[in-house]
T-cell receptor
């Protein structure tokens, strides 16, 4: 099956710093990657959709200057949380679509971000 | 607007059967997914239905009725490890996944 990795698995940082999260499709080319955020006991919230080589499409209410997304290749997308604050603490999950199962999204394991 | 409804929480007994329902209203339909999510982990794929009917996969089965905008996930021979949240998601006409809020399933011995 298709495998998606995320790095780091968890990160703790001070308020005001920037954090970069990587999402990689390991055995397929991801034409589209999605970034989600999930707060405790809540459902997944789509933050943005990115297609390789083009700018990400952000969902309403998501600040694109704060959550920078780069999808430079068919196997790598990065999410940078700039000037992180405690309210940005959340579980960030990426997913990738592509490969033989065109419609299915394959999820990365997630990144737990804690901002002190 | 687009809407996916599923119960917030359900409780069942180990060894029993449980059915988790999902109703949806979306702009277009290109399939319905069920995902399982354990606390603190990312969702994992369970099933995909795009045609009406029942898809069986081991202890888990998923049913779809497109005319009714309805699906259910059926879990048989429940095990303690099945305690998790079950997410229903619909692929709309733009091939965007619309997510339900998830159903937390609690399994009791």
């Amino acid at each position: 099956g298709a495998v998606v990795s995320q790095h780091p698995s968890w990160v703790i940082c001070k308020s005001g710093t920037s954090v970069k999260i990587e999402c990689r499709s390991l055995d397929f080319q991801a034409t589209t990657m999605f970034w989600y955020r999930q707060f405790p006991k809540q459902s997944l919230m789509l933050m943005a959709t990115s297609n390789e080589g083009s700018k990400a499409t952000y969902e309403q209410g998501v600040e694109k200057d704060k959550f920078l997304i780069n999808h430079a290749s068919l196997t790598l997308s990065t999410l940078t949380v700039t000037s992180a604050h405690p309210e940005d603490s959340s579980f960030y999950i990426c997913s990738a679509r592509g490969g033989r199962e065109r419609d299915e999204q394959f999820f990365g394991p997630g990144t737990r971000l804690t901002v002190l | 607007g687009q809407n996916i409804d599923q119960p917030t929480e359900m409780t069942a007994t180990e060894g029993a059967i449980v059915q988790i329902n999902c109703t949806y209203q979306t702009s277009g339909f290109n399939g319905l997914f069920w995902y399982q999510q354990h606390a603190g982990e990312a969702p994992t794929f369970l099933s995909y239905n795009v045609l009406d009917g029942l898809e069986e996969k081991g202890r888990f089965s998923s049913f779809l009725s497109r005319s009714k905008g309805y699906s259910y996930l059926l879990l048989k021979e429940l095990q303690m490890k099945d305690s998790a949240s079950y997410l229903c998601a619909v692929l709309d006409s733009n091939y965007q996944l619309i997510w339900g809020a998830g159903t937390k399933l609690i399994i009791k011995p």
